[in-house]
C-alpha cells in the first residue's frame, strides 16, 4: 500500500536535491551566532545580509534587561494557558493598548507568531460567502491564510487575486465580486513587499476600497518599524493609515523579537481574540517577550536616528551595485533586491554566485525560479542601522569581483529587464 511517507525518501519537495544531499550551505545553514551585521557561519567571519535586524534592535540591552527581569520574575513558563483560559495578564492588555496607540487604532490583539496572526485574523472574520481578494506577491501567510478560511460550516468563501500593485486589475476584480456579491470583501496586501522591497499602492487599494465597499487589510511586517513618522508604517508613510481596517505587525523584523498583532477597533478586536483559533487554541506570548516588547515599542517609535543610518546604509549599497550594472528592485523601502542575469543554466549558475559570495564572505539569501522568472537570480539583501559604512564598501567590492570573475553580463537584456517587469505584472 502507499505510505504517505514514501516521498521522505525522493527528492521531492521544497529543495528536495539539497534535503537529500543533506546541504548546509545554501539551505538550512546553521548559524550559531547572535543576530547582526557580522556573523561566523562555517567557521567565517560573514557580513550577514540576511537578517531583518532593520533598526538594528537585536542585541540591545535594554530590551534584553527587561527580558531577563521579566524572566526572573515569572520564568519562561508564565502565562500558562490560552487567553481564553488562564492566560490573559494585565501586562498582555497593556502590551496591546501601546500597539493600538502606535497604530492609531482603538486596540490591538497580540499573536506568538505573524504567520499565525495573519491566519488567525483573516480566517476568523471570514466567513461562507465572504471574497478576499489577494495580491498575487503576497507573503506565503496570506496566500494561506485566504485558502484556509472555511467561512463556518461547509461553507467556502471566494478567494480571487489581483496582479501586484495593479489597480486596473484590482478594481476589475471587485466589480466582478460585486455583480452577485452576497457577503463581506476584504482585500489582502503586505505593505512593504519583503521579498521585492517595493511598497503596495495603498492609496489605490483604499480608494477603491471605499469605492466597492471592502474592508482592507494590510499585514506590515516590512513596514512596520522602517516607514511612516514613529515607525508607525507603509499606510502612515502613505498618508493612509485611517483608511486601513486591520493593521497586522510582526515582531520579527524590526522589533527583533517574536510575535505580531492585529490593530483595528475595538469591536474588531474583542471578534478576532474570541474567533481566531492561532491563538484561542495555543498558549499565550509569554511575558519576557511581553514585557520587553514595550521597551522595544518604545525604541521603534523614538527611533528616527536609527531609520537614517538604516537609509544611509541602503542608500549607499543600492548606488553602489547600480552603478556596478546591477540591476536593483525598488528605492522605496531600505530592502535592496539585486536582480543578475544567469543565462540557461540558472542553478548551476545560481550557485556559483552563491558560493562566491559566502567563500568571500558575503552573507545573502539567492532566489531564483520558480520564485522569480528564469534567467535571473535575485539577492535580498536587508541593509540595517547595525550595518557600517566599511561593511557596505566591502560587500560592493566583491559584487565588483564576482561580476568580473564570473564574467556576468549587464546591462540585462531587454528580454531579462521585461520578466524583471513581469514579476510585478503577472
Ligand atoms: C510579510 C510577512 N508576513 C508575515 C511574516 C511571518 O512573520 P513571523 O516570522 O512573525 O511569523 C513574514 C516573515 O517572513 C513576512 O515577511
Known amino acids: ?14 529543495f528536495g536535491r539539497f534535503r537529500v544531499a543533506g546541504d548546509r550551505f545554501f539551505t538550512l545553514p546553521v548559524i550559531d551566532d547572535l543576530p547582526g551585521p557580522h556573523m561566523e557561519f562555517q567557521g ?6 540576511s537578517v531583518n535586524n532593520y533598526i538594528g534592535l537585536a542585541n540591545d540591552p535594554d530590551i534584553k534587561a527587561a527580558a531577563v527581569e521579566a524572566t526572573e520574575k515569572w520564568s519562561v513558563s508564565s502565562p500558562m494557558g490560552s487567553r481564553m483560559m488562564s492566560g490573559s495578564t494585565s501586562e498582555h492588555l497593556a502590551l496591546e ?14 499573536f ?44 467556502k468563501p471566494m478567494v480571487r487575486f489581483f496582479r501586484h500593485n495593479d489597480m486596473h486589475d484590482l478594481e476589475s476584480v471587485l466589480k466582478s465580486v460585486n455583480k452577485n456579491r452576497k457577503g463581506g470583501v476584504m482585500i ?21 476600497a471605499r469605492q466597492y465597499d471592502a474592508r482592507v487589510f494590510i499585514d506590515d511586517a516590512h513596514g512596520v518599524g522602517v516607514l511612516g513618522e514613529k515607525g508607525r508604517g507603509t499606510a502612515d508613510h502613505l498618508g493612509v493609515q485611517d483608511e486601513i481596517d486591520i493593521y497586522f505587525g510582526t515582531f520579527a523584523k524590526s522589533f527583533a523579537s517574536i510575535g505580531g498583532y492585529s490593530a483595528t477597533s475595538t469591536q474588531v478586536r474583542d471578534w478576532i481574540a474570541y474567533n481566531a483559533r492561532t491563538q484561542v487554541f495555543a498558549k499565550a506570548l509569554p511575558m ?8 522595544a515599542l518604545k525604541k521603534v517609535a523614538d527611533g528616527d536616528d536609527r531609520r537614517k543610518v538604516m537609509w ?17 528592485g525598488s528605492g522605496d523601502s531600505p530592502i535592496c533586491a539585486v536582480f543578475t542575469p544567469v543565462g540557461d543554466n540558472l542553478e548551476e549558475v545560481a550557485m556559483a554566485m ?23 537570480v535575485m539577492f535580498r539583501m536587508i541593509p540595517t542601522t547595525a550595518h557600517s559604512e566599511e561593511d557596505v564598501a566591502r560587500t560592493i567590492d566583491v559584487f565588483k569581483t564576482m561580476r568580473d570573475d564570473l564574467k556576468i553580463q549587464f546591462p540585462l537584456s531587454d528580454d531579462l529587464m521585461g520578466k524583471i517587469t513581469k514579476i510585478f505584472r503577472d
Request: proline share 4%; charged share 20%; with cysteine.
Open 354 to 376: 552563491l558560493t562566491y559570495l559566502r567563500k568571500h564572505n558575503i552573507f545573502c539569501t539567492g532566489v531564483t525560479w520558480p520564485v522569480i522568472p528564469p534567467g535571473l
Open 288 to 295: 519576557p517577550y511581553v514585557k520587553s516588547l514595550q521597551i
Open 97 to 110: 493598548k501601546s500597539l493600538a496607540e502606535h497604530a492609531q487604532k482603538e486596540d490591538s490583539f497580540l
Open 312 to 328: 544611509e546604509r541602503s542608500n549607499h549599497l543600492k548606488d553602489g551595485l547600480r552603478n556596478l550594472g546591477y540591476h536593483i
Open 188 to 208: 489582502l496586501s503586505e505593505g512593504v513587499y519583503g521579498m521585492t522591497g517595493d511598497l503596495a499602492d495603498l492609496k489605490g487599494i483604499t480608494s477603491l
Open 44 to 49: 567565517q567571519d560573514n557580513i550577514m545580509w
Open 1 to 14: 500500500m502507499p505510505d504517505m511517507f514514501d516521498k521522505c525518501a525522493t527528492d521531492q519537495g521544497y
Open 112 to 155: 506568538n507568531y505573524g504567520y499565525m496572526g495573519v491566519i488567525g485574523t483573516v480566517t476568523s472574520l471570514t466567513g461562507p460567502d465572504d471574497t478576499l481578494i489577494v495580491d498575487k506577491l503576497a507573503h506565503a501567510c496570506i496566500v494561506d491564510a485566504a485558502f484556509s478560511a472555511k467561512g463556518g460550516q461547509g461553507g
